[in-house]
């Protein structure tokens, strides 16, 4: 967690494709939390689940799904130019805006 929270701070990523950082609480005895921005389209987890896993969806949505592709994509190689390797990719660590475009967290 709070190797985490230093990458944040230090490496200053905000902006497309990164969430905005607001702040952090680190407490041993309470629960911990990292404050970001909220995203209204939710996560890449929950979109795979509610509207891509039925039969009838194959073919469908291909601009939407190009679009979450590329710009993960693009995300995570910005990280890795910086040298920054996140660890723990998956669709529910990656949260989409009202248009679909992905926000890496986690």
Known sequence: FIREVE????SRLEGFPFLKFH??????KKESFIL???????SLKQLIED?????????KYDTEKMIILYGT???LQYLHQKKIIHCDI?????????????FICG
């Open 36 to 42: 970001t921005e909220y995203l209204p389209g939710g």
């Open 73 to 75: 994509v693009f995300g």
């Open 23 to 28: 702040k952090y609480n680190y407490s041993q």
């Open 51 to 59: 509207k891509y896993t039925s039969p009838d969806t194959t073919g």
């Open 90 to 102: 998956k669709p529910a660590n990656i949260f989409l805006d009202k248009k679909l475009r992905p």
């Open 7 to 10: 990458l944040l701070i230090t």
